[in-house]
């Protein structure tokens, strides 16, 4: 039983006052047991009969004129559930009486409030207004979620997103059936971030050589819809070439007569840009030469004559000619979008329409070769943990790269799951989403691959065991979509009003009175709202051994550690 302290004499709905039968010092020890003076956001309790209320204190104030029968002080309280035998039941059900008394809670009842009800669990740190209570999570909560993390910077969201990675994978050397991937934009999570070096695959991808690491995926994956997206097509004239390309299973010998076709009909661009980057794989093409006077191919024979495309014994040379077929499979769609681009050229398309297309392609294409592999092999390889560090990567392959492997991942998991049983869950996480999930109207050339991608992997990747992390200091940045899909937040500090209007939006579960004190939460410290949680928590996170923290400290200068040197 809890101590008394006081009795209600208001209800209003689920406003409740109560006036407190003496002021307390900061802690109260009875019958050798401490309790925390009532404060704001500590919990109390009421009976109605045999049940216990609880409710949350929202307000503290004296007001002598109307003092009531004890000391004139009053507590503002919210009704947030109920006690059902040890359980704590969430919702109004039943409310307090006029004249109750108002007691502290113990502590087991404390911990019957956020009891999670499975064994395995673990603690992320303590109360915020009571050091001596902590916060478990259940890990069946948690880690099958999708989870939003979101704070300033400095506010300790690293740190937080890094604590769950950390106990996730403790569990995972024990058992299978989890993966952890997470996107690193800016190359935070090598060496032992989260875990030991041994137990993750960490991809070095960069675009600036050929000398990164390289993302084993199956290039026949990649289909025709997805194609048009990556090279950004635009609807009319481009999108046919590319569906063109995708379906094309022609012969040498068809490509030879299209060949012939562009050379005779004088498609000067289409066949330079050929000589230019097909050389390899068609045998006596820079042969043709163009003139550009009379606009037509010729060849020179050795004796220096000039046969024209004209003539009738042009023929022979075309007949020259030897097609081979690309064996990478990312320059054989290359290969084939040239041919396609003539087939198009041939019903009527401007070349000047389609071009921009083959420049993107040439470019995308070996931007891919720097980044991935064609193979089956798993991305995890031997490890439960895969690490993509992007730090390095252009601006373009930086938003591809997340949604291409986030397509690949979400199609594995679809086809990996019979019977309707999920066979293993994969959770995918982005840090610093906010570069990579934003919201852009104005040029949404590869934004919106990205976007889709991931929106997809949110709203459906949860019956396929897919779920989705982001943390990120500016969630006003990020779709909203993809916000308001999140089961789990922890919320540090915002200041920002339009990061804290999408918060107030998308997070059904604060009320005005825990959005009130994001702006004053302090490094470490926020709030925990969600399906993994009864009721709001707040929370001082435990900070990680420094091992295993991300590459994100705060700069030091002066004493041990800084990196000012004294002359």
């Known amino acids: 039983m809890g101590k008394e302290i006081g009795r209600i004499v208001e209800v209003r709905g689920i406003r409740i006052k109560a006036e407190l039968y003496e002021l307390f010092p900061p802690y109260i020890v009875e019958r050798g047991r401490t309790y925390i003076a009532p404060r704001i956001n500590a919990y109390v309790k009421t009976k109605v009969g045999l049940n216990e209320i609880v409710c949350q204190i929202t307000g503290e104030f004296c007001d002598e004129t109307h003092k009531g029968q004890f000391t004139g002080c009053f507590l503002e309280l919210s009704v947030k559930g109920y006690f059902e035998g040890n359980t704590f039941v969430q919702?109004?059900?039943?409310?307090?009486?006029?004249?109750?008394?108002?007691?502290?809670?113990?502590?087991?009842?404390?911990?019957?409030?956020?009891?999670?009800?499975?064994?395995?669990?673990?603690?992320?740190?303590?109360?915020?207004?009571?050091?001596?209570?902590?916060?478990t999570l259940c890990f069946d909560s948690i880690i099958p979620s999708h989870v939003g993390i979101f704070g300033n910077t400095g506010s300790g969201k690293s740190n937080t997103l890094t604590r769950l990675l950390y106990e996730y994978a403790k569990v995972l050397r024990e058992y299978n059936g989890g993966k952890i991937l997470l996107f690193d934009l800016n190359n935070e999570y090598g060496t032992d971030s989260i875990c030991d070096r041994k137990e993750k695959k960490i991809y070095c991808l960069t675009t600036r050589n050929d000398r990164g690491d390289k993302i084993p995926?199956?290039?026949?994956?990649?289909?025709?819809?997805?194609?048009?997206?990556?090279?950004?097509?635009?609807?009319?004239?481009?999108?046919?070439?590319?569906?063109?390309?995708?379906?094309?299973?022609?012969?040498?010998?068809?490509?030879?007569?299209?060949?012939?076709?562009?050379?005779?009909?004088?498609?000067?661009?289409?066949?330079?840009?050929?000589?230019?980057?097909?050389?390899?794989?068609?045998?006596?093409?820079?042969?043709f030469v163009w003139h550009s006077t009379n606009e037509i191919y010729y060849v020179k024979t050795k004796s220096t004559e000039k046969v024209y495309a004209s003539a009738e014994e042009f023929e022979r040379y075309i007949d020259n000619i030897k097609i081979k077929m690309p064996e990478d499979r990312l320059n054989a769609f290359l290969?084939?979008?040239?041919?396609?681009?003539?087939?198009?050229?041939?019903?009527?398309?401007?070349?000047?329409?389609?071009?921009?297309?083959?420049?993107?392609?040439?470019?995308?294409?070996?931007?891919?070769?720097?980044?991935?592999?064609?193979?089956?092999?798993?991305?995890?390889?031997?490890?439960?943990?895969?690490?993509?560090?992007?730090?390095?990567?252009?601006?373009?392959?930086?938003?591809?790269?997340?949604?291409?492997?986030?397509?690949?991942?979400?199609?594995?998991?679809?086809?990996?799951?019979?019977?309707?049983?999920?066979?293993?869950?994969?959770?995918?996480?982005?840090?610093?989403?906010?570069?990579?999930?934003?919201?852009?109207?104005?040029?949404?050339?590869?934004?919106?691959?990205?976007?889709?991608?991931?929106?997809?992997?949110?709203?459906?990747?949860?019956?396929?065991?897919?779920?989705?992390?982001?943390?990120?200091?500016?969630?006003?940045?990020?779709?909203?979509?993809?916000?308001?899909?999140?089961?789990?937040?922890?919320?540090?500090?915002?200041?920002?009003?339009?990061?804290?209007?999408?918060?107030?939006?998308?997070?059904?579960?604060?009320?005005?009175?825990?959005?009130?004190?994001l702006t004053v939460l302090g490094p470490g410290e926020c709030i925990v709202s969600g399906t993994a949680v009864k009721m709001p928590c707040f929370v001082h996170m435990d900070q990680l051994e420094k091992e295993y923290r991300p590459s994100s400290e705060n700069v030091k200068l002066f004493g041990e550690g800084g990196i000012l040197e004294k002359k």
């Open 217 to 287: 995926i199956n290039f026949d994956e990649l289909q025709e819809d997805e194609w048009c997206l990556l090279l950004n097509a635009s609807e009319a004239t481009q999108r046919p070439v590319i569906k063109t390309a995708y379906k094309d299973n022609r012969t040498e010998e068809d490509y030879k007569k299209l060949i012939s076709r562009m050379i005779k009909t004088g498609q000067y661009h289409l066949v330079k840009s050929m000589q230019y980057h097909m050389s390899d794989y068609i045998d006596g093409i820079n042969n």
């Open 91 to 135: 919702g109004l059900r039943l409310l307090p009486m006029v004249a109750s008394t108002i007691e502290l809670l113990d502590e087991n009842e404390f911990k019957n409030i956020n009891n999670s009800g499975s064994n395995k669990s673990f603690c992320i740190g303590k109360d915020l207004f009571d050091s001596t209570q902590e916060y």
């Open 335 to 517: 290969f084939k979008l040239y041919f396609a681009t003539a087939i198009h050229m041939g019903y009527g398309t401007q070349y000047e329409f389609i071009s921009p297309l083959l420049r993107r392609a040439e470019k995308l294409l070996s931007d891919f070769n720097k980044i991935f592999v064609d193979s089956n092999e798993s991305i995890f390889m031997d490890s439960n943990i895969a690490i993509i560090q992007l730090a390095n990567v252009n601006k373009d392959l930086i938003e591809l790269v997340p949604a291409i492997i986030t397509s690949h991942l979400f199609q594995e998991q679809v086809n990996a799951k019979q019977e309707d049983e999920i066979r293993n869950i994969v959770n995918i996480i982005v840090d610093e989403a906010h570069n990579l999930l934003y919201e852009d109207n104005t040029n949404y050339k590869h934004s919106k691959v990205t976007i889709e991608a991931f929106e997809k992997a949110i709203k459906e990747g949860r019956k396929f065991g897919l779920f989705l992390w982001i943390s990120s200091q500016r969630p006003s940045d990020i779709s909203q979509t993809i916000i308001s899909q999140m089961h789990n937040y922890f919320i540090h500090k915002l200041v920002n009003p339009y990061d804290l209007n999408r918060i107030r939006k998308a997070v059904a579960f604060l009320d005005e009175n825990s959005m009130n004190t």
